[in-house]
């Protein structure tokens, strides 16, 4: 199993920039994907993006590929979304999720962290 803590959402001008970390405890992750999702307020959750985290490939939605980056670090067991250029429409409660390379929906999701993006 796969325990999952997201953390560094705040309210934010639009424009700024945040980072979120997601602290990953448990098993080993090397066969793992690690994504971001998001809720918009009264929308579907949506992914965002992942990281396949043995090799650090990674892929992104296309509503956020060149404003968002997600990252790793091996040693602390986290992942990253650093977001920059943020817009109103980003405001969502974000969520950390891994999945198993072998199943085909994500098996563990973190609580999610609120970002505010103020215009």
């Known amino acids: 199993q796969v325990q999952l803590a997201e953390s560094g959402g705040r309210l934010v001008q639009a424009g700024g920039s945040l980072r979120l970390s997601c602290a990953a405890s448990g098993e080993s992750l090397n066969w793992y994907r690690l994504g971001w999702f998001r809720q918009p307020p009264g929308k579907a959750r949506e992914f965002i993006a992942a990281?396949?985290?043995?090799?650090?490939?990674?892929d992104y939605a296309d509503s956020v590929e060149g404003r968002f980056t997600i990252s790793r670090d091996n040693a602390q067991n986290t992942v990253y979304l650093q977001m920059n250029s943020l817009k109103s429409e980003d405001t969502a409660v974000y969520y950390c999720a891994a999945r198993r390379l072998s199943s085909a929906a994500y098996n563990y999701w973190g609580q999610g962290t609120q970002v505010t993006v103020s215009s």
């Open positions: 990281i396949f985290w043995r090799v650090g490939s990674t």
